[in-house]
């Protein structure tokens, strides 16, 4: 099961919104709603932001939000802050013999 | 609220197994209860390695279902990773977690576990 597809970096400016993709197979992210995404600063662990595609945990910021198209999710950070700088990471629910397949993540930059 | 903490040996010799425990805080170990194993190699991404669910099922990494065992003692609220014949690549921090809605709502601190002789 290979890893999901992130783009390396995305960039934005403070309070501009930024969108990170995260493209799979019709075996995980195209089969099933259950994708999630995390947030990492460095040195801490994960943090979860979304899950099952757009749903925000308790004490998320609705600045974070999520779709799926196809085989392709995004994340979509509104109003770019400077504490949103991190890595990010989609995760998906996957038909193979590896439940779970992460994505290669993604460093964001606030300039 | 949930707490997870990882702990073991921050340094594994080659062909040795590695050990990890998970303490569990702030609720009760239920067999409803799915958690999860993570691991991050130092600078690379994450990766899954399997889950346990208490009513006694557990699924593995593909890549590690030959080396990996994850097992629970509910009576210490405590999880446990083996990992045998571990060599340099298993360099990596490691993360327990509690499984949400097919998701990892919380997670651990993580632990480093560096194989070198």
């Known amino acids: 099961q290979s890893a999901l597809t992130q783009p390396a970096s995305v960039s934005g400016s403070p309070g501009q919104s930024i969108t990170i993709s995260c493209t799979g197979t019709?075996?995980?992210?195209?089969?099933?709603?259950?994708v999630s995404w995390y947030q990492q600063h460095p040195g801490k662990a994960p943090k979860l932001m979304i899950y099952n595609v757009n749903n925000w945990p308790s004490g998320v910021s609705n600045r974070f939000s999520g779709s799926k198209s196809g085989n392709t999710a995004s994340l979509t950070i509104s109003g770019l802050q400077a504490e949103d700088e991190a890595d990010y990471y989609c995760s998906s629910f996957a038909r193979s013999n590896t439940l779970y397949v992460f994505g290669t993540g993604t460093e964001v930059t606030v300039l | 609220q949930v707490q997870l903490q990882e702990s073991g040996p921050g340094q594994v010799k080659p062909s040795a197994t590695l050990s990890l425990t998970c303490a569990v805080s702030?609720?009760?170990?239920?067999?409803?209860?799915?958690y999860t194993w993570v691991r991050q190699p130092p600078g690379k991404g994450l990766e899954w390695i399997g889950e346990i669910y208490l009513g006694g099922t557990t699924n593995y990494n593909s890549s590690l279902k030959s080396r990996v065992t994850i097992s629970v003692d509910k009576s210490k609220n405590e999880l446990s990773l083996k990992l045998t014949s571990v060599t340099a690549a298993d360099t990596a921090v490691y993360y327990c977690?509690?499984?949400?809605?097919?998701?990892?709502?919380?997670w651990g601190q993580g632990t480093l576990v560096t194989v070198s002789s």
């Open positions: 019709s075996s995980d992210v195209g089969a099933y709603n259950y």
């Open positions: 702030g609720a009760s170990i239920s067999s409803s209860d799915w």
């Open positions: 977690g509690r499984n949400g809605d097919h998701t990892i709502d919380y």
